[in-house]
């Protein structure tokens, strides 16, 4: 019954819902960053590795919130949660359960911070020295090449963000690894529809591309909801996005004629940094 319930006079907000589970469930395509770490056979290891993450993922979000949600006070509806408030509520379980609650989402946050913070720094690194970066994030630390320059702008970037309320943060990082994702579905389908005969590290079965349509749908849903509908962090993250337009049509003109032709042998990396994957 508490479950379905709802807050008298307390309006829905879909923007918020569709941001918070984007936000919540993003960060997949970290797995390309070591994909080259990943035992064989690729096509059933990583699947499988993704779908179990993704269980996981889903179980512990929907008990821990259920859970709290039925056994929380008149004082504490869920529908009137703020930030905090379940730790408040895991107190009426015993003195232990704040600070069990509050380890595993310090844990949680920690792991999904450091997989983005690492993929970004590495793909900003890949991006100086294919040429459609400025070259100075191409820089790494003497010895093990790690991206120390892109790491270090990401983090002031990140400085920057922590004066904005942490709704307008989700937006920004939904619309850009929004953006970033539908990027990736393109250049997937395209590559696969000209160039189906380049080998690949995975290949995904043609069963699983129907699975494109709903992903794409809630992309695409997610992505209107920021621009149009999140208030001051939409003029902002429009703003944004129309100042870094010009200098990513400029990368991609430039990347073009990097590109292998149709024909033409594909450079593929085939062994992985020793930072990145360590020999064992």
Not at 141 to 157: E, H, I, K, N
Request: hydrophobic share 50%; with cysteine; glycine share 8%.
């Amino acid at each position: 019954e508490v479950w379905l319930q709802r807050a008298p006079g307390r309006p829905r907000s879909v923007t918020k819902f569709v941001n918070a589970l984007f936000w919540n469930l993003e960060g997949w395509d970290c797995i390309a960053a070591c994909t080259a770490c990943i035992e064989a056979p690729l096509e059933r290891t990583l699947p499988w590795g993704l779908f179990t993450a993704l269980a996981f993922c889903t179980v512990q979000y929907l008990l821990t919130l259920l859970v709290a949600a039925g056994i929380s006070e008149e004082n504490h509806m869920w529908q009137t949660w703020t930030p905090g408030t379940l730790v408040t509520i895991g107190d009426s379980l015993g003195s232990w359960m704040p600070w069990a609650l509050l380890l595993g989402a310090v844990c949680g946050n920690a792991g999904m911070y450091l997989a983005e913070f690492t993929e970004d720094a590495y793909a900003l690194q890949g991006a100086a020295g294919a040429g459609v970066a400025p070259a100075l994030f191409g820089q790494g630390a003497a010895g093990s090449q790690a991206p120390c320059v892109a790491s270090l702008f990401q983090l002031v970037t990140i400085c920057c963000l922590l004066l904005f309320d942490f709704s307008d943060i989700i937006v920004f990082d939904n619309v850009f690894t929004g953006m970033a994702v539908l990027l990736q579905f393109v250049a997937f389908l395209v590559l696969r529809w000209r160039r189906p005969e380049l080998p690949r590290p995975f290949r995904v079965p043609a069963c699983a591309l129907p699975l494109f349509v709903p992903a794409l749908a809630i992309l695409v849903f997610m992505l209107r909801q920021c621009f149009l509908d999140a208030g001051n962090a939409s003029a902002i993250t429009a703003a944004a996005f129309a100042a870094g337009l010009p200098y990513g049509c400029h990368a991609v003109g430039r990347s073009k004629g990097r590109m292998p032709r149709a024909g033409s042998p594909p450079r593929m990396a085939t062994t992985p940094h020793p930072s990145i994957c360590p020999t064992r």
